[in-house]
């Protein structure tokens, strides 16, 4: 089965005026919270389009008729260090499908964006989490840093080399 995904800037509409309408958001955010690279904030438009002016946040949604309600959610954002850059992933959804799908979205984007070594993180329900470190390892190939996989935030990173 293959997703379609898009990006905010890909839309004539934007689809954060559907991510952020009450009946998605309490279905997509849990307690009414948005982690994005660690950074708690409330599930509004305008906090989106404000990080969207200060970091390099790539938002994904999969595709959906005009009457259905997304059911899914991605957030990568792009963070230079001072010895690697970092790709952060939070993926909102509760079909472990559509977690999947984001997840290898997300990867690829990563490696389409920087070109080189980089770490990668993601954040979901930890219900996704064993399915998450199946991805990373089976069909990515990754080895993941145990220990921080093991952290309440059910965190991966580990270094990437481009082939």
Known sequence: MSWSFF?????????SDVIFTCHVVQKLFPNNL???EHFPIEPLRSNIDYLQQEIDLYFAV????????????????????????????????????????????????????IKGDFTFDTFQDESLTNRGRRVLQEQLQLQLDEEMSKTSAKLYEKSFSRP
């Open 7 to 15: 990006q905010i800037t890909d839309l004539l509409f934007q689809p």
């Open 34 to 36: 948005l982690v994005i």
């Open 62 to 113: 999969e595709r959906c008729s005009e009457k259905d309600f997304p059911r899914s959610v991605s957030f990568g954002v792009l963070s230079p260090r001072v010895k690697f850059v970092h790709w952060s992933v939070n993926v909102y959804t509760s079909d472990p499908v559509l977690y999947e799908a984001h997840l290898l979205h997300q990867f690829q984007q990563a490696r389409e964006v």
